[in-house]
């Protein structure tokens, strides 16, 4: 299992992003004492940190992909909060679409995971 992603994100940025996740089902939760300075959303065990930085590095080519509870719901409340979507080849069987966060990072939305046999 995957715990975490970390993405750099501008600090003006960072409330937009805990909106921007909380659309495909994280919420926040408070990191330990230590990483105060970050802020952590959380869906299910799988944490993203968003790391506040002046000048962060967005990730333009990788990508964090995450499965989506309700893959129609998910781009439906992505489209009405005004993010533009582009689809993903169908490459397994199940419609995936990538998204650029507030901050411009890359994510994919996937219906389902990959089969891995």
């Known amino acids: 299992m995957l715990q975490h992603v970390s993405v750099e994100v501008r600090p003006d940025q960072v409330e937009a992003c805990v909106a921007f996740w909380a659309l495909l089902g994280f919420e926040q939760v408070a990191p330990p004492e230590s990483l ?5 959303v959380e ?5 993203i940190h ?3 930085f002046d000048d962060p ?3 333009f080519r990788g990508h964090a992909a995450v499965v989506v509870e309700d893959y129609d719901a998910a781009l439906e409340r992505l489209h009405e909060h005004g993010f533009e979507t582009r689809p993903g080849s169908n490459a397994w ?15 994919e939305l996937m219906s389902a995971p990959p089969p891995t046999r």
């Open 93 to 107: 069987g199940a419609p995936r679409t990538f998204v650029r966060d507030p901050a411009g990072n890359h994510i």
């Open 36 to 40: 105060q300075r970050f802020t952590w």
């Open 57 to 59: 590095v967005a990730t």
């Open 43 to 47: 869906r299910a065990g799988t944490q």
């Open 50 to 52: 968003l790391m506040p």
